[in-house]
T-cell receptor, first 115, second 114 residues
């Protein structure tokens, strides 16, 4: 079974629109960590954010915000007022405290922002 | 601070040959991870090295192997190359090999097998 599910394979939005990328995870651990990464066309995965399972506070960083809800096992990522430079593949990932060496990545969501 | 560096950037091999990919982690990071990203697919976990030892490997055949050196740099070797080994190989490092430490990725090596 998939530990991390990103149901949206591809999304296209027009510049300045808001867009939300969904991430649903599955774990039996009480201590775990969630991550988002951005992979632009150049190929390098860029670390965006980490949340631990004990901190459900939503986080905002500029135009980026993350909504962590344990009740629905979701860790969604919203980009406000999207820009062309946001075009990339975004990956959600999970690591579990009991198995700390293993990172589970979703299959990624390809976001295209149309000017 | 220098990030994770990988070499070469591109590598072209023919079927049956061997490929060697190299990775230098961020200074102070002791754990190195290798991932394969085939076209249109997500990241497939290959290998994890920490403190010079292989700690875990993904569901790949034994012809995928590697090692970590005393300076924590790492090498991925792929023997008897097959066409389906063509992919972007990503190396990542983390501070302590714990799940709480995020992975920091290099730019990858694009391996093409003809």
């Amino acid at each position: 079974a998939q530990k991390v599910t990103q149901a949206q394979t591809e999304i296209s939005v027009v510049e300045k629109e808001d867009v939300t990328l969904d991430c649903v995870y599955e774990t039996r651990d009480t201590t775990y960590y969630l991550f988002w990464y951005k992979q632009p066309p150049s190929g390098e995965l860029v670390f965006l954010i980490r949340r631990n399972s004990f901190d459900e506070q939503n986080e905002i960083s500029g135009r980026y915000s993350w909504n962590f809800q344990k009740s629905t096992s979701s860790f969604n990522f919203t980009i406000t007022a999207s820009q062309v430079v946001d075009s990339a593949v975004y990956f959600c990932a999970l690591s579990e405290a009991r198995n700390g060496n293993q990172f589970y990545f979703g299959t990624g969501t390809s976001l295209t922002v149309i000017p | 601070e220098a990030g994770v560096t990988q070499s070469p950037t591109h590598l072209i091999k023919t079927r049956g040959q061997q490929a060697t990919l190299r990775c230098s982690p961020i200074s102070g990071h002791t754990s190195v991870y290798w991932y394969q990203q085939a076209l249109g697919l997500g990241l497939q976990f290959l290998l994890w090295y920490d403190e010079g030892e292989e700690r875990n490997r993904g569901n790949f055949p034994p012809r995928f192997s590697g090692r970590q050196f005393p300076n924590y740099s790492s090498e991925l070797n792929v023997n008897a190359l097959e066409l389906e080994d063509s992919a972007l190989y990503l190396c990542a490092s983390s501070l302590e090999g714990r799940g709480s430490s995020p992975l920091h990725f290099g730019n990858g090596t694009r391996l093409t097998v003809t």
